[in-house]
């Protein structure tokens, strides 16, 4: 693996949306960077831009200007705008996500759940063991034949992260990944999440409005008026 | 508009017609397409009900053979009753025999029931009205192919049958084509119909044998 | 682990009401569909065999209306029109022609049939000539004629049925008092054959007074033309030519009013169906909007959606039509019956003829008409965007 300072690199990218007639800048000419094995939070009010901000770097969307290298590639720049086809392209070499509402398929079992991506798109080097040892590791093996109603919201979202796991991501991308659980099952979260990140030496942006769990990571981010404040 | 749709109707009457006048070159002779062993129906029910029970209201169709209502057993029993064997590829278990049960308003009056049987030139059908004791109310032949058709179907000859019931049967022989009692009374109009005559006279006893076994013996009232 | 089918299948079990009531409408749209397919083909197979069993594809028959000839020959005999016998020699002369066979129809009254009289119908056929023209005629007793003269008759099953006949009795001719012996009874052919009583037609002739025929029948011969035969016979002075596949032709036309009308049935159930499915497709896909942009971040293509969206589709149409398939062949003679009391004129035999490549026909029908209806909703699903979707 090629041990490149800068991993991540933004420069000057900026959001804008239209709402009526009016110009909303969510995002302002922000710059930053962030080496491999990095494990970054983002906190900030509502409005503050950070949701906007993580959209653009997992490249779930396009700026309105700047620039974004990752991984040595340039994504983002020179007002190129990419379609929806090359995100996904990008999206599935690099990122793994998880979300606030886990989103599992609810009529299949934790893992078929945790499988579903390979029935789409397995990287190459991606293993089929790789589903039950993540479930191992996240203490689901027991669990695994249940669907999802039939465990807690701390699990599933366990199974969230494992799905996003299974397809050997550079990044992990938890956008507010506790904000549906109670602060006992957010501690266990955040363990896990540490627990990638020093162990197996992922690389972690996450996005929280929860000081606990932002706290966790080695870097902290603010932002305010879709700005940032290291 | 009146004749519009006049023209209309006569052109699918026309349509029609040619239809069936087609449809009657390629059939020349109709069939009626019966699988299996062949019954023995009224050829009008309607005016044969109304005719034979004057007061009757209504009727009831059902069907009864012997091979439904107790197969070889059965077959056994009513040919001892008869005193002669079915025989022929025609008289066998799977004959579908049509009772017709006549009503007047919501009572039972009587039956109508018909069995086919083989005549010499022919075959010959023996209906018979019965009241509820099963006696015979009229006896008549509704076909028969022979020189001597008419007087056999003649009301006298029928005439002759009427208050008898099975038990007067009962001392007709069909081997010996000779009866007593009432049975031995009957006179035959025409000598040369012998045959005919006698086969009528089985089909009179055979009639009453399977009424009684189909009907009036499970409805406990064996005349 | 997981396949794209499981994936599919598994969704549509979500809810299970929905999904069954869309198969149903399915099932009933193809169930209709191969049933009239099948009688498209059966009817003209059977009516086709009906005419083959004719053993003649030509009629030649005196002029005048040869349909009144026909009616009035079953109304009472009277009024019948005739030909001379010699004519079939001159006929034999076509080179078209394989086969000519003399026919003298007579109808007699029996005034002991039933309460007002009835017809007693007999044919007079040629003991050298007609036996060949109907080579599948197979005998339950007894045989052809022994003479061409002889007294003797052979029965039609269901015309020995009912007159209770046996090879060795007598019957009995109404209105001429002549007795003639039943010498053969054939075996059910499921053709007006089976009510006929056949005899020499020397017998009927010498019974009825009449020396010459109604009809004669043509065997034509492989591959000869038809159209070219008919003309010339229409030539000969005071004769009909009817013509076996004009009668056809007119029958076919009849039947196919009745055709366009069970066809348009089936079309509107085809499309009642397609729109049960693409509802029921696009409500499937509105509610898992989120679902389907959660697999686009984990790296689906919009294809790959499309094709998943897709595959539900055809598990619903492939389920509906084997189903309404196996409807059809399972109640195949039922739908026959059902037929047989529509229409005035049934031939004999299967009406409804359901075979393999009539099945995988309306089965490929089914699922394009099926594929059809879920191209909106899938190529919907393939648009969705992850971004848009999860912030809902």
Known sequence: MENSAMFLEARGLSRVYRRGSEDIHALHEVSFSIQRGEFVSFMGPSGSGKTTLVNLLGCLDNPTSGE??????????????????????????????????????????????????????????????????????????RRMDHLPAQISGGEMQRVAIARALVNRPEILLADEPTGNLDTTRSAEIGEILQHLNRNEGLTIIMVSHNPNLARLGGRLIEMRDGKVFK | MKSALKDVALALDQRLRVFYLAVTLIILVTATPVCGAVGCDLNDPDRDVARLFPNSSGYRTSYASI?????????????????????????????????????????????????NEKGQFGGIQVFVALDMAGTIKSFYIQKITSQWAKKLRDPAFGAQFRGMSLKDLEQYDPLAGKGTGKVGEIQNPVSEAETDFRAALRALKKNLILMDEFVFSTEGKKP | MITRYQIAYKNLLRKKARTLLTIIGITLSSWVLVSLLGFNQGYERALNRDIENMGYQIMVMAKGCPYEAATMMLQGGTGLRYIEKSMVGSILKEPEIDQATPILMQAFFDPN??????????FGVDPATYPSMKPFFRFRQGEWFHDDSADEAVMGFEAAELEQREVGDMIFVPEKNVKLKVVGILERTGTQDDGTIFVPLKTLQKVSGIDMITTIGIKVKKDADIVELENKLYKLPDVQVVSLSQVKQTIMKLISTARIMVLSVAIIAILIAMVGVINTILMSVLERIQEIGILKTMGAMPGDIFSLVWTETLILCACGGVAGIGFAIGFASATDFLVRIILPYAPAGGLVVIDVSLAMLTMGIILLVGLMSGLYPAWKAGRVRPLESIRR
């Open chain 1, 68 to 141: 974004l290298d990752l991984a040595g590639r340039k994504i983002f720049g020179n007002g190129n705008v990419l379609s929806e086809r090359d995100l996904t392209r990008i999206r599935r070499e690099i990122f793994g996500y998880v979300f606030q509402n886990f989103y599992l398929i609810p009529t299949l079992t934790v893992l078929e759940n945790v499988a579903l991506p390979f029935a789409f798109y397995r990287k190459p080097g991606a293993r089929l063991e790789e589903v039950r040892r993540l479930l191992a590791m996240l203490g689901m093996e």
């Open chain 2, 67 to 115: 091979e439904k209502r107790g197969g070889e057993p059965l077959l056994r029993k009513v040919e001892t009753r008869l005193g002669d064997r079915f025989h022929g590829i025609y008289e066998t278990v799977d004959v579908p025999y049509t009772i017709y049960e006549i009503y007047s308003g919501k009572e039972k009056v009587g039956y109508i029931h018909g069995v």
């Open chain 3, 113 to 122: 049939k039933g309460e007002n009289g009835g017809i007693a119908g007999y």
